[in-house]
């Protein structure tokens, strides 16, 4: 029903940037909040950032003034600019999105996508 499809990923040297993207398809009434996670080998899985429909967003405290998370409503979009990357960034980001079906259904599922893999080299 529902499909969550990152891109952007990819090698880039410590410094420099990358913007990810991510688009929900499918039947979907609405979306009340999208976001990013990530992944090391070995590691938990944390949250980056949120956006909800209304524009509030959350960061965590390592990518506050390097990343900026936006996102398009009208095409079920978000994306993550990171910028002055650094090698403890090097993860696999995945992005959720938190999805109505259907009008009578207050409480959103959330869906994840399969992860983009983001390495940075020193």
């Known amino acids: 029903q529902v499909q969550v499809v990152e891109s952007g990923g990819g090698l880039v040297q410590a410094g420099g940037s990358l913007r990810l993207s991510c688009a929900a398809s499918?039947?979907?009434?609405?979306?009340?909040?999208m976001g990013w996670s990530r992944q090391a080998p070995g590691k938990q899985r944390d949250l980056v950032a949120t956006?909800?429909?209304?524009?509030?967003?959350n960061y965590a405290d390592s990518v506050k003034g390097r990343f900026t998370i936006s996102r398009d409503n009208a095409n079920n979009t978000v994306y993550l600019q990171m910028n002055s990357l650094k090698p403890e960034d090097t993860a696999v980001y995945f992005c959720?999105?938190?999805?109505?079906?259907?009008?009578?259904?207050?409480?959103?599922?959330?869906?994840w996508g399969q992860g983009t893999q983001v390495t940075v080299s020193s």
């Open positions: 499918g039947s979907i009434f609405s979306i009340n909040a």
């Open positions: 956006i909800t429909s209304v524009g509030s967003t």
């Open positions: 959720n999105a938190d999805v109505r079906l259907r009008p009578s259904t207050m409480t959103p599922f959330r869906y």
